[in-house]
Nanobody
Framework: QVQLVESGGGLVQAGGSLRLSCAAS????????MGWFRQAPGKEREFVAA????????YYADSVKGRFTISRDNAKNTVYLQMNSLKPEDTAVYLC?????????????????WGQGTQVTVSS
């Protein structure tokens, strides 16, 4: 069992930056693909970014490419999401997720564990 706890959300003006963190419990963090998803009110949960277990491969939703960067520190059991040039449409609850498949490119159904989420609000 893996527990995920997100932090770092908040209120920021358009054009600003935030860094989200997700701390994971357990000894197998370094074997998981880690992902970030987001869900805005009235909308479906959508993929944002993911990183393979080694950290050597990352991929992003087109809507955040070039603005967001995902990274991980396996020694600290933590994954990060650096968000720059934020836009009002980035406003959502951001959730961290872990997939036992350490090199998956699949969507949300591939993820086995989920955090509770952290709110990000971008004002115009």
């Amino acid at each position: 069992q893996v527990q995920l706890v997100e932090s770092g959300g908040g209120l920021v003006q358009a054009g600003g930056s935030l860094r989200l963190s997700c701390a994971a419990s357990g000894r197998t963090f370094s074997t998981y693909t880690m992902g970030w998803f987001r869900q805005a009110p009235g909308k479906e949960r959508e993929f944002v970014a993911a990183i393979w277990y080694t950290g050597g491969f990352t991929y992003y939703a087109d809507s955040v490419k070039g603005r967001f960067t995902i990274s991980r520190d396996n020694a600290k059991n933590t994954v990060y999401l650096q968000m720059n040039s934020l836009k009002p449409e980035d406003t959502a609850v951001y959730l961290c997720a872990a997939a036992r498949d350490g090199s998956t490119r699949s969507g949300r159904d591939a993820y086995d564990y989920w955090g509770q989420g952290t709110q990000v609000t971008v004002s115009s």
